[in-house]
């Protein structure tokens, strides 16, 4: 039988197909939406590139691509080259003119074993919280003024929208952000400020603010119902904890989106 958490300090197995329908289900409609806001954010400070590369650690179902690429310029190719432990079921799927790749196994070991670091954008699509502090000390490692080969590097990174979660993402955000600067680059962002969409748009439903997404609401009544529709409900011992945590809405409106850029740039500033 499965059993699914996706609760704080959970990590739920993600190579269960019917754990990646459940979670797609539920977050895929937000998170594209919180994806789309924050590279909109971060295509504002990259104007008139028709190119653009980017690492995403942890890219799951590819829904970052998918917003990425419903921001960018018409015009712009986009090189994604996507990392998950896991090979999901689901993948949105690429434009023609891009080149997207997916490499399945530890970020930590695949990123280790590369000789050079040539992505514009490095992003963590709700993932940071996945990666231990030790991981992510190791991952910055990696980032140095010889293996990075532009002159301006972006980092985004998505968080948890509660504060003791967000807290502790930011926290594995600030180390990167350190190595970055501790290897020679400099940024005008600073590590503990934060990009909050339902800032501009508070209370809002995400369909109120974005024509792209419509929820079916066939979907949210069935997710809304789930545990109602299991047939182990009388029998099943794990009942009193299933009820709460099948029973959850989708998340439908904007107040979730929130995360980081920072953008650095080589050789200390002026
Ligand atoms: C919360 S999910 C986010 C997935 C996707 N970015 C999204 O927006 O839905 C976290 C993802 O990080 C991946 N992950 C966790 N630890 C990892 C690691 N060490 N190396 C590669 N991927 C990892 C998981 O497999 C999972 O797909």
Redesign the pocket.
């Known amino acids: 039988m499965i059993d699914v958490h996706f609760d704080a300090g959970r990590v739920p197995d993600?190579s269960g197909k019917h754990v990646q329908q459940l979670y797609l289900l539920r977050?895929?409609y937000a998170?594209a939406f919180e994806y789309k806001s924050i590279y909109r954010k971060l295509w504002s400070r990259m104007q008139h590139n028709n190119s653009i590369k980017v690492t995403s650690?942890?890219?799951?179902?590819l829904?970052?691509y998918w917003s990425l690429a419903h921001v960018v310029n018409d015009d712009c190719e986009i090189t994604y080259c996507g990392?998950?432990?896991?090979d999901?079921s689901y993948k949105f799927p690429r434009r023609k003119k891009d080149n997207v790749t997916y490499a399945i196994g530890?970020?930590?070991e695949l990123l280790g074993r590369s000789p050079c670091f040539s992505s514009d954008v490095y992003v963590f699509?709700?993932?940071i919280s996945?990666?231990s502090v030790l991981?992510v000390q190791k991952l910055s490692t990696y980032f140095s003024a010889d293996s990075l080969t532009k002159d301006t590097v972006h980092f985004v990174i998505t968080l948890r929208a509660d504060a003791d979660n967000k807290a502790d993402d930011m926290k594995k955000a600030s180390i990167l952000y350190q190595r970055m600067i501790d290897c020679g680059f400099h940024s005008e962002d600073e590590n503990n400020v934060c990009y909050r969409f339902s800032d501009e748009n508070r209370g809002k439903k995400i369909q109120q603010v974005d024509n792209d997404f419509s929820h079916p609401w066939a979907v949210v009544n069935y997710l809304n119902d789930l545990y109602g529709k299991c047939s182990n409900r009388s029998t099943c011992g794990k009942s009193n904890s299933c009820e709460k945590r099948l029973g959850r809405m989708p998340i439908l409106n904007c107040q979730y989106t929130i995360g980081q850029i920072f953008t650095f740039y080589r050789g200390k500033a002026l």
């Open positions: 993600y977050y895929a998170y650690i942890g890219c799951g179902a829904i970052d990392i998950d432990a896991v999901w530890n970020a930590i699509p709700k993932s996945e990666f991981d």
